[in-house]
């Protein structure tokens, strides 16, 4: 079957780095996107790694193991605004999304 | 920009009745998907659309269908709505392929 493991909840201080990681199962594994989602609204594209490596975009990182079957999302100089839902997705050979469950991300002052 | 555009935000239906949801692209993206969001579960993959008059089978298609007649188009249907379909309803298109997902605002859908 297919699997992906996040944690449900990660609490961090305003200026500080996080990491939020992802472990999947999955077969015909073609890459692993990020996306955010604020409170009521859509999911937003974060990053895609298909590649083994560290990927950054601005204060944002995103990194993939294949061997492991591991990534992580690395958020740093965090801002309030960054408190959101991070979801880990496994982008396979069938042209899906495999969406983890989401990690809830709040910001403290 | 993207835009991804979905017919409601919010509906309420009662049990039986016939759901449909519209949504609509305006980047002439070939690949539409319709998913459900519920709480500790994140997005589940109800159908998916390559291409016109086309359409794959999800994770969790049972009680929905869809139509794609043109390509900015895809409706999700709910022939009998149920209980248990009460959810978020959300739409995303993408170019090319489907890594790269450009949601929309969401339809929450209440089913009494």
């Known amino acids: 079957g297919q699997s992906l493991e996040q944690p449900s909840e990660v609490t961090a201080v305003e200026g500080a780095i996080v990491q939020i990681n992802c472990t999947y199962q999955?077969?015909?594994?073609?890459?692993l996107s990020w996306y955010q989602q604020h409170d009521g609204g859509a999911p937003t594209f974060l990053s895609y790694?298909?590649?083994?490596g560290l990927e950054e975009t601005g204060r944002f990182s995103s990194f993939l193991s294949r061997s492991d079957s591991y990534g992580y999302l690395l958020l740093q100089e965090l801002q309030m605004k960054d408190s959101a839902s991070y979801f880990c997705?496994?982008?396979?050979?069938?042209?899906?999304?495999?969406f983890g469950q989401g990690t809830e991300l709040s910001v403290k002052p | 920009d993207v835009k991804v555009t979905q017919s409601s935000r919010y509906l309420v239906k009662r049990t039986g009745e016939k759901v449909f949801l519209e949504c609509v692209q305006d980047?002439?993206?070939?690949?539409m998907f319709w998913y459900r969001q519920d709480p500790g579960l994140g997005l589940r993959l109800i159908y998916f659309?390559?291409?016109?008059?086309?359409?794959e089978k999800g994770d969790i298609p049972e009680g929905y269908s869809v139509s794609r007649e043109k390509k900015e188009r895809f409706s999700l249907i709910l022939e009998s709505a149920s209980t248990n379909q009460t959810s978020m309803y959300l739409c995303?298109?993408?170019?090319?392929?489907?890594?790269?997902?450009?949601f929309g605002p969401g339809t929450r859908l209440l089913v009494l």
């Open positions: 995303a298109s993408s170019r090319d392929r489907g890594e790269t997902q450009y």
């Open positions: 999955t077969s015909g594994f073609y890459g």
């Open positions: 790694n298909a590649l083994d």
């Open positions: 997705a496994v982008y396979n050979q069938g042209g899906k999304l495999i």
């Open positions: 980047m002439d993206h070939e690949n």
């Open positions: 659309s390559y291409d016109v008059k086309m359409k």
